[in-house]
Structure formats: C-alpha cells, structure tokens
C-alpha cells in the first residue's frame, strides 16, 4: 500500500499527486516536494490516502520533507523579488512602448527562474525586453502568454454577485460555458449581466443548467396548448423553479396551472392559420380573351394563309436577291479585266 496527498501550488489551483512516505500530514500543510522544474514548495488538501500498488499513477513523486521555518522565510524572499521584478518590467515595457500587459512575476523556490505572465491580443517580440530582465536580475527569465481567464484566476477580485471570483477562490478547472446555458435558465441575454470579469460568460452559468434542463422536460413548452379541468389555453410563460406554467385562454385570461398536474395526452400543438385564399398556388388561371388569341394567331395567319401580298413579297425578295448576285459577278469581271476588253471597238 502506497500512501498518497493531494496538494496544490496555488489557491484553486490544480490537485497534483504526492507520495507521502512515511511523514505525518494533515490539510494545510506546507511541504517541499520535487516537481519538473525543480523543488517548490506546496500545501497539503486532502490527508494521505493508501493506493494499491495497481493504482499509483505513473512517475508518482514523494514529497521531501515539511516545509521548515527557513523554508518559509525563502518563500517570503520570492515574494519580495516578484514585486521588485513586476515593478521593473512594466516599466521597460511603458518605455518601449510593447502592446502587451504585465499580470504577474513568478519565482521558482530556488530562484533559479523568474517566470513573467502576459495577456496581448496578438504575438510579441520581447527578445529586447528579456535581455533587460536578465541583465537586471542574473536569472533566467520566461515570458508566457496567458488569456484573459487565467488572468482574472491569478489577480482574483468580486464578481458581480459580491463574492469573490469563482476561479480564484475554489473552481480548479475551466469549463466551456455557452450561450445556451443563459437561454434555458430564462435570463436576459445582456453582455454585461451575464459577463464576468475577464469578459468572458459567467462561469456560473453552468452550475445550475443540468438542473434546468431536467425541470423543463416536465413541463409543457411555450406555445402548446394544454387543457387542465375546465381550463384550455396556450402556454406563454414556465415557471421552473415552482413547476408551473402560465396559460392564456381564448377569453384573454392568464391562469397559472402546476406542471406535474398536466397529463401528456392533454398538451396539443397549436393550430396552424389557414392559408389564405388567392393566393400563388391556388389561384385559378383567368380565361383567355378572344383579342388575345387573335393577336398570337396573327403572325401564324400571315405567314399561312397564301395571298396576293405574301406571293409579290416573295417574288420582290427573290428578284433582289438575283440583282444582288448579277451586281456582284459584274465587279469581279470588271476587277479582271474582262470589262474593259468588251468596251474596245475593233480598227477597221
């Protein structure tokens, strides 16, 4: 059997797995534990927990020791150096003028690094700044580039229900929230009402929406109607959180009936309108007028019934077309010579 903890680096921060070994913890606890980028120093969240052998996550690491007074006194010297370095950074980044926004200075527990947090709205070269920052503090630096939740996770603040940040207080863990989620929960759909902090939706939208979606399956939708005793109507409003449902009758009356007290059979879809009649699909075709027949069947008649005007129409074209062709020989012969030859009276 395996004794294992589960700590956190920071507050609502993620749950790694150490093992325990022989060390008497408890929640709250400060402990040095080895990590990838070197030793750091962590708090205890759940007491140690015995594992079989099956189920030890793989490359489990086992924490080295409790934190000691000059353990503690470290930490504290990191923080000194992290306000320093804030304070040194935005200031280079002001004089160059950078387009990126300073959130917060980490420093390993070793000091061996200084990590630099950034939002910006696209990518930025920093090469001069970090040659700045390590110039000044002989250590190596990391610039990382976070987004705006992870933001408003590090700096916390109120929300606008007056308690603090969900992500900075207890949520570990981001989940995706979705317009959806305000829409079945019946709330108005106003950027600034259902934004939070980091400008992004409300991450407690999502706390109560599987909740939602289960309590309107047992009531009737908007827009069917539903009879209940002697009450008949079609439904406007739902009412989740009590289960009922606001009816409007044929009499304009607004009644409001329990869900659970609607059968099935009684929920009915609204009727659709008749279709109104003339219109593009019903429409009859009108009769033909006799003029109008008369004028379509004009150029037929002209062209087949045979009169004196259709026969000395074609006679002129055809002669035409023969003066055409007599013009046209008499210029080549003429381009041949063959016209001036005929012009030539012979001597006597």
């Known amino acids: ?122 990518r930025v070269d920093f090469r001069e700044l970090v040659k700045d920052l390590a110039h000044q503090f002989h250590t190596r630096i990391e610039m990382r580039q976070i987004g705006v939740r992870d933001e408003s996770k590090m700096i916390g603040g ?84 009590e289960g009922t449902v606001f009816v409007k009758t044929d009499d304009d009356r607004i009644v409001e009936l329990k869900g659970e007290s609607i059968k099935p059979e009684d929920i009915s879809e609204r009727p659709k309108s008749p279709r109104r009649e003339g219109g593009p699909r019903e429409r009859e075709k009108e009769p033909q007028s006799s003029s109008d027949n008369q004028r379509r069947e004009k150029p037929r008649d002209r062209e087949q019934k045979p009169g004196d005007d259709g026969e000395q129409r074609r006679e002129r074209d055809t002669k035409k077309n023969q003066d055409q062709q007599r013009g046209e020989r008499g210029n080549r012969d003429r381009r041949g010579g063959k016209g001036r030859d005929k012009d030539k009276k012979e001597p006597k």
């Open 158 to 241: 109120i929300g606008i229900c007056g308690r603090e940040l969900c992500c900075s207080s207890f949520l570990r863990e981001f989940e995706p929230v979705s317009v959806k989620m305000a829409k079945e929960q019946n709330l108005a759909l106003n950027p600034t009402k259902i934004s939070g902090q980091c400008g992004r939706l409300l991450c407690c939208l999502g706390y109560e929406y599987e909740t939602y979606c289960s309590l309107k399956k047992c009531l009737p939708k908007c827009g069917k109607v539903v009879k209940c005793g002697s009450t008949e109507g079609e439904v406007i409003k739902q009412n989740v959180i």
């Open 1 to 122: 059997m395996v004794k294992i903890v589960k700590a956190q680096f920071h507050t609502a921060g993620k749950l790694y797995d150490f093992g325990a070994g022989d060390l008497d913890l408890k929640p709250g606890d400060k402990i040095i534990v080895e990590t990838e980028r070197g030793r750091s120093i962590a708090t205890v969240v759940t007491p140690p927990r015995e594992y079989e052998e099956a189920h030890v996550p793989e490359g489990l690491k086992t924490a080295i020791r409790i934190a000691e007074p000059s353990d503690l006194a470290s930490a504290a010297r990191n923080d000194a150096r992290e306000q320093e370095a804030y304070a040194f950074c935005l200031r280079k980044i002001k004089e160059r003028g950078m387009e990126m926004k300073l959130v917060k200075v980490e420093y390993l527990f070793d000091g061996s690094k200084a990590i630099f947090y950034f939002t910006a709205d696209g």
